[in-house]
């Protein structure tokens, strides 16, 4: 080995540990930051070897690809508000999984042009196709998944569920012909004249199972489908490692295909929800039931609350437990949240922050908006170590969260909540809910919550009832 490439691994060995302390980092919400910067130099470590790599034969293309992919990404950091960072997300893998395709594709053409240029040069072995195959595979069906994903989400493509009959049997066929075609790619020699039609055969239906399998999955549930996705874009970009012979990218692709795996079944768990019930339940349509669904609430009166009545509660409230919810992030309102809870501290009284493990539309949606806003990290706890205090706080003030506080997750079996643990929030003192209307919330479906007699809803838009609250407190 020459003193280049003992320089280059050892680069992709230092960039690989980088990658694993920035996923142990970003497990605790004070350390994922300095987990962030981490993970972030790993990457420039990691880049830095591969362009010492001997294999280059011309920095020109490099530096249009590097000037013009800083940009994007610097303008995307800058301008792009947190509410549409699951979107951002979901674009990023399909260009991930299209760099991973794209090398696939080029690696299989050269060796294919080379042995049909002169018969004298080898076919690709069983073992290379495995992992070309897997690569391309993973790869044309996340690409479509995740620009299908962000359409949905951004609003291109509609949300809602798109369904019909036989969907489910055809996604799994179309599925099992992908995974069929690999299989004869791997078992025929790649030097057979049909060998490169079975290749973009199976590209090509890789790309239609994408669309295909994101269709009847609701623009909520999209943030399990993006992290499966991530999964994908993990495990080919780990068989574009075997296939280049690259160990970082096998490593940063393992890491990126287990991490993504792991966090859509901590996501499915957290929403009590099976992987396959997202996958193939098609929630959010008309199977979730309309907002009729759940306890029933039929002959109960709701109780609005005055923004100076509300003010009343929370200025002399001694415990004070704040429930974030998708509608703090949608009314951008966390700075509002922070101010009246430092109000509320003024005089005396404590203010803890619930997190849900699903409330928002990401995981640690609340954790990045609360911190964003300087909330102390000590205050933000977690359900389990919450749910215990709620009888003893004056006041739960639940900020645009809906299902996260759905007493039906507990006692209705018909619920198609039910199961779901939630945040005990009708056991507190009284319950004050900042919302604009008697919309339900991603669930669909009634929250008898709003119907609790201890329960008061301040109706307007989160931020605009917070920044009045603050006033009012202020003023108290
Ligand atoms: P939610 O149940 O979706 O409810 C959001 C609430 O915010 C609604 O009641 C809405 O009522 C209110 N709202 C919207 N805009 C508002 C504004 N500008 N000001 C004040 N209120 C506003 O939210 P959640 O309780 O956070 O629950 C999250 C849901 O998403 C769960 O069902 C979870 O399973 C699902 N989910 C989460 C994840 C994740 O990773 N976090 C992933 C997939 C799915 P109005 O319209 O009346 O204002």
Aim: proline fraction near 4%; charged fraction near 15%.
């Amino acid at each position: 080995m020459d003193a280049r490439t003992i320089f280059i691994q050892i680069a992709y060995l230092v960039a690989s540990v980088l990658f694993i302390l920035g996923l142990k980092g970003m497990t605790a919400p004070d350390k994922a930051r300095s987990g962030m910067g981490l993970a972030a130099l790993g990457m420039l470590v990691a880049v830095v070897g591969t362009l010492l790599s001997a294999e280059i034969v011309g920095f020109g293309w490099i530096i249009v690809g590097l000037v013009v992919g800083s940009a994007i990404g610097a303008a995307i950091s800058i301008w792009m508000p947190m509410t549409a960072v699951p979107q951002r997300t979901a674009i990023s893998h399909a260009f991930g999984a299209l760099a991973a395709t794209l090398v696939g594709i080029e690696h299989y053409h050269f060796h294919m042009t080379e042995f049909f240029a002169s018969h004298a040069a080898e076919g690709l072995s069983h073992v290379e196709m495995a992992a070309l195959g897997f690569e391309v595979m993973f790869g044309s069906l996340t690409i479509t998944g995740s620009f299908m994903a962000f359409g949905k989400l951004q609003g291109f493509i509609p949300s809602a569920p798109i369904t019909y009959r036989f969907q489910n049997q055809t996604n799994i066929g179309l599925f099992c012909v992908a995974v069929l075609l690999f299989i004869a790619l791997v078992a025929i020699p790649s030097t057979a004249a049909i060998h490169p039609v079975l290749f973009y055969l199976m590209v090509a239906v890789g790309i239609v199972v994408g669309v295909l399998i994101v269709l009847p999955i609701g623009g909520a549930d999209m943030p399990v489908v993006i992290s499966l996705l991530n999964s994908y874009a993990g495990l080919a970009s780990s068989a574009t490692g075997f296939a280049l012979q690259n160990n970082v990218l096998i490593i940063a692709g393992a890491l990126d295909g287990a991490s993504g795996f792991i966090l859509s079944i901590l996501m499915s768990r957290a929403m009590n929800r099976s992987f396959s019930n997202v996958l193939f339940g098609a929630f959010g349509g008309a199977a979730a039931g309309g907002a009729a669904a759940g306890e029933s609430t039929e002959g109960k009166t709701v109780r609005s609350i005055t923004v100076d009545d509300a003010a009343i509660q929370l200025a002399y409230a001694r415990h004070v437990i704040v429930i974030p919810g998708y509608g703090m992030a949608l009314a951008h309102a966390q700075h509002e949240v922070r101010e009246l809870a430092e109000q509320i501290e003024e005089r005396g009284g404590e203010v803890k922050f619930a997190i849900h493990p699903v409330a928002g539309r990401m995981p640690g949606h609340m954790n990045v908006l609360l911190a964003e806003a300087d909330v102390p990290y000590d205050k933000l706890c977690e359900m389990d170590e919450i749910n215990g205090e709620f009888p003893r706080a004056d006041v739960a003030l639940v900020i645009g969260a809906n299902d996260v506080v759905n007493p039906a997750a507990r006692n209705d079996p018909g619920s198609p909540i039910h199961g779901m643990p939630i945040l005990n929030a009708d056991e507190a003192k009284n319950v004050i809910v900042l919302k604009r209307s008697m919309n339900p919330g991603f669930a669909g479906i009634e929250n008898a919550l709003f119907y609790n007699p201890k329960c008061a809803i301040l109706f307007g838009d989160a931020k605009g009832s917070l920044a009045k609250l603050v006033q009012a407190v202020k003023a108290a």
